[in-house]
Antibody, heavy 116, light 110 residues
Framework: QVQLVESGGGLVKPGGSLRLSCAAS????????MSWIRQAPGKGLEWLSY????????YYADSVKGRFTISRDNAKNSLYLQMDSLRAEDTAVYYC?????????WGQGTLVTVSS | QSALTQPPSASGSPGQSVTISCTGT?????????VSWYQQHPGKAPKLLIY???KRPSGVPDRFSGSKSGNTASLTVSGLQGEDEADYYC??????????FGGGTKLTVL
């Protein structure tokens, strides 16, 4: 069965960096676009970024463009999100999901807290 | 990249039907047939209910239906059940290869 498992969340100071990982299994990872979405505490969903199956194309929301970088390793069935220059407003649960226009499979999320 | 507009809340009694709207612009909802709807229960990951405006993934009850008219998409939940109480989010492709979500609607089953 399809599984997406995020990891790498935690507490980080403002201005710091964090790298999230998403381990995929149960499907041919290299065939699918992949996305990152976040949800601040008590707030709605916010799309952040998606990447094509080959990794050749990547797109970002304005809110994270220039600070966050999406990448993938198809040999390791893994998706990543490098987050730099973190701000308090980046505090959220971060989800990876399969696809980009419609997200059928989601991970359980990993919590990122940005606080001094 | 403005969020799509959803009503903050909706409600209905068991067995009734409820419709949740999702309003965008001609650059997102009105311009693409890639509207999706998600259901999210507290503490859980979102679940895809509707994709490409009106299609249901396997396993989603036909009580859930989607439609679109102009710049507004709608999700209708028929035969409301207690388990339908959740947050609902729409999303759409927008220009320049981006995706935008709605602000979410909290559905209460009275």
């Amino acid at each position: 069965q399809v599984q997406l498992v995020e990891s790498g969340g935690g507490l980080v100071k403002p201005g710091g960096s964090l790298r999230l990982s998403c381990a995929a299994s149960g499907f041919t990872f290299s065939d699918y676009y992949m996305s990152w979405i976040r949800q601040a505490p008590g707030k709605g969903l916010e799309w952040l970024s998606y990447m094509s199956s080959s990794g050749s194309s990547k797109y970002y929301a304005d809110s994270v463009k220039g600070r966050f970088t999406i990448s993938r390793d198809n040999a390791k069935n893994s998706l990543y999100l490098q987050m730099d220059s973190l701000r308090a407003e980046d505090t959220a649960v971060y989800y990876c999901a399969r696809g980009y226009r419609s997200l059928l499979y989601w991970g359980q999320g990993t919590l990122v807290t940005v606080s001094s | 990249q403005s969020a799509l507009t959803q009503p903050p809340s909706a409600s209905g009694s068991p067995g009734q039907s409820v419709t949740i709207s999702c309003t965008g612009t001609s650059s997102d909802v009105g311009g693409y047939n890639y509207v999706s709807w998600y259901q999210q229960h507290p503490g859980k990951a979102p679940k895809l209910l509707i994709y490409e405006v009106s299609k249901r993934p396997s396993g989603v009850p036909d009580r859930f239906s989607g439609s679109k008219s102009g710049n507004t998409a709608s999700l209708t939940v028929s035969g409301l059940q207690g388990e339908d109480e959740a947050d609902y989010y729409c999303s759409s492709n927008a220009g320049s290869n981006i995706v935008v979500f709605g602000g979410g609607t909290k559905l209460t089953v009275l």
